[in-house]
C-alpha cells in the first residue's frame, strides 16, 4: 500500500480569492511567489523563469492534456470512489483484526496479518478523512468547504503521519512473501530462524522508524484552502513550512529518495521475486507429490500459500501504477510539479491513490474465499451473534410483560 509521496500543491490562477485569515492579509502577488519558490525548490528549479513570465500558469499552459477543469471534475469522482473503498477498507481490516485475533496471534503468520490488517485500516482512515470533503463536493456540487476544516486538521495537525501505515503494510506484506518464500524452500530453517517473537519484535521495529521518519516529511508543508473562481470551488494549497525552510536536504532525501523511491521499489521487487520462487516451488512440490504418491506438505500449508501468494500478487499489480508514475519524469520531463503536463500527473496522482486504497481494503477477500480458517471463524462468529440477537428477542416479551404489569 504504497501511496505517491509527492503533496501536490496549487499555485492560485490569476483571480483566486482567499477565504482563510491567513491568507487575507498577504497579497495574492505575495503568495503566488511564495508558491512559485516552493515548486522551484522542490523540482530543483523546476519553474523555470519562462514559465514564471509567461502569461499563463502551469495548468493553464495549452500543452496541457488536461484542463484544470476537467482535471479537478475527474478527481471528484475518483475522490468518491477512494472514500468508498477506504470506508469499506475501515470495517473489512476492523473484521480481519477481530478474526486472527480469535486464531491467535501466538502463530507467526497470524500475527503477521493482525498487523497488516492493523496497518492496513490505519491507512483507511487517512484516506477515508482525506477525501471525504471531496467526495461530498460530487454529491453538494462545487468543490470542498471554503475553509476545508476536516483536510486542514488532518494534514495540519499530525494526522498525514497516519499515511506511513502505508509503507508499514508493504514493510509486512514483503516480509510475508519472504516469510513463505523460506517456509516452502526451507522448512526446517525456517522454523528456527523465523519465530513468532522474533517476527513480531521486527515488525514493531519497522513500524516506530517508519512512522518516525515519515512525520518529517508531513512537517514539510501546512495546508489552507483558497477559492478558484474557474472552476467554482476550494482547493487545497500546500505551502513550505518554517521546519521545511530549516531542513530542506534532510526532509528531501527522506521524501523523495527514502519513501519516494528507495522504499516502494524494494518492496515491490523482493515481493515479486520471493512470490515467483514461492509460486515455482508450490508447483513443483504439487507436480512431486502426485507423481511419488507421497504428501510433503500438508494441506492446509499449501492452502495458506496459495493465500498468501494471491495477496502479494495484489500487492504488486496494486503498486505498478506508483512505480510507472515514479519513472514517468524519466522520459517525460515536464510531468511534474509546475511543469506543462501538472494537470495530468496530479490526475494519476488521484489513480494511484485508488490503487492504494484497493489494496489496503481487499485482502478480506481473499482471506475468506481461499482460507479455512479464517472463513470458518468469521462464520462462527456471525453465528454467535445471530444467536445472541435470537435469545435477546425471546426475552423481551417477558419484560415487556413485567413492564406492564407494574
Known amino acids: 500500500m504504497l501511496t505517491m509521496e509527492t503533496s501536490i500543491n496549487f499555485t492560485l490562477p490569476r483571480g483566486a480569492v482567499s477565504l482563510s485569515d491567513e491568507t487575507t492579509s498577504s497579497s495574492p502577488t505575495t503568495f503566488q511567489t511564495e508558491t512559485q519558490t516552493m515548486n522551484s ?95 461530498s463536493s460530487v454529491f453538494l456540487g462545487g468543490g470542498i468547504q471554503p475553509h476545508c476544516p476536516i483536510t486542514s486538521a488532518v494534514n495540519n495537525n499530525g494526522g498525514a503521519t497516519l499515511h506511513s501505515f502505508t509503507y508499514v503494510s508493504g514493510f509486512v506484506s514483503t516480509l510475508i512473501a519472504c516469510e513463505r518464500c523460506l517456509c516452502i524452500t526451507y522448512p526446517f ?62 526532509v528531501d532525501i527522506l521524501n523523495v529518495i527514502v519513501f519516494g523511491s528507495t522504499l516502494p521499489f524494494s518492496f515491490v521487487i523482493a515481493t515479486t521475486i520471493t512470490t515467483v520462487v514461492t509460486a515455482v516451488k508450490l508447483r513443483r512440490a504439487a507436480t512431486w507429490r502426485q507423481s511419488t504418491a507421497t504428501v510433503t506438505m500438508g494441506t492446509k500449508d499449501v492452502a495458506l500459500t496459495k493465500m498468501l501468494v494471491a495477496v502479494s500478487c495484489l500487492f504488486v499489480v496494486c503498486n505498478l501504477p506508483h512505480i510507472m508514475i515514479r519513472t514517468t519524469p524519466l522520459f517525460m520531463s515536464e510531468f511534474r510539479i509546475g511543469g506543462r503536463k501538472q494537470n495530468l500527473m496530479t490526475l494519476c496522482v488521484s489513480v494511484v491513490h485508488c490503487f492504494n486504497t484497493l489494496n489496503s481494503s481487499l485482502n478480506f477477500f481473499f482471506y475468506y474465499a481461499m482460507g479455512t480458517k479464517f472463513r470458518t471463524t468469521l462464520q462462527g462468529m456471525c453465528t454467535c451473534v445471530r444467536r445472541s440477537q435470537g435469545q435477546i428477542n425471546k426475552e423481551l416479551p417477558s419484560v415487556t410483560a413485567v413492564v406492564t404489569q407494574l
Open 189 to 250: 530453517k525456517a522454523r528456527r530462524l523465523l519465530r513468532t517473537s522474533t517476527a513480531g519484535v521486527v515488525v514493531l521495529f519497522a513500524t516506530v522508524v517508519l512512522f518516525s521518519l515519515h512525520y518529517f516529511i508531513t512537517e514539510k508543508f501546512k495546508l489552507r484552502c483558497e477559492y478558484v473562481p474557474s472552476i467554482r470551488a476550494s482547493l487545497p494549497v500546500y505551502f513550505a513550512s518554517q521546519f521545511y525552510r530549516d531542513h530542506s536536504t534532510f
Open 41 to 135: 525548490t522542490l523540482n530543483g528549479g523546476g519553474i523555470d523563469d519562462g514559465d514564471q513570465q509567461s502569461e499563463f500558469l502551469p495548468w493553464d499552459n495549452p500543452d496541457n492534456v488536461l484542463s484544470l477543469d476537467t482535471q479537478f471534475t475527474i478527481a471528484k469522482y475518483l475522490s468518491l470512489f477512494i472514500f468508498t473503498a477506504s470506508s469499506l477498507g475501515v470495517v473489512l481490516n476492523l473484521l480481519n483484526c477481530v478474526v486472527y485475533a480469535r486464531l491467535g496471534l501466538r502463530d507467526r503468520i497470524n500475527l503477521l496479518l493482525f498487523s497488516q490488517a492493523v496497518a492496513d485500516g490505519a491507512f483507511s482512515v487517512f484516506m477515508l478523512l482525506s477525501n471525504l470533503e471531496y467526495s
